[in-house]
């Protein structure tokens, strides 16, 4: 009976952390759906396109290379803390 009770234990918790270890599915979010704003950065060479878009009420930083070609993230920031944005009623993206 012990040996059922730990099997039992055992089962229980192997199948509360395979549950808590599956990822949620994946989502496409696109890009004119979530932009705050478009920044160009132009040097001598090369210029770059950051854009601010809205993700889950975080303001993040996308930088592309060209059109299409991102090379990075990051949280935007904006009085030290990090932005936040709001969704307005028609999902469209705006920035506090």
């Given amino acids: 009976m012990r040996n059922l009770n730990l099997a039992v234990l055992v089962l229980f918790a192997t199948a ?3 549950a808590q270890a599956t ?13 705050l704003e478009r920044i160009e950065i132009q040097g001598l060479i090369q210029t770059w396109k950051l854009n601010k878009v809205c993700i889950d009420q975080q ?18 920031f904006k009085n ?4 936040q944005c ?4 028609n999902d469209s993206p705006i920035d506090e």
């Fill in 23 to 35: 990822p949620p599915a994946s989502r496409t979010l696109a890009l004119e759906d979530i932009s």
């Fill in 16 to 18: 509360t952390f395979t």
């Fill in 80 to 83: 030290g803390k990090p932005e």
């Fill in 59 to 76: 303001a993040y930083l996308l930088l592309l290379r060209g059109l299409t070609e991102p090379v990075g993230i990051s949280p935007s």
């Fill in 86 to 89: 709001r969704q307005t009623l």
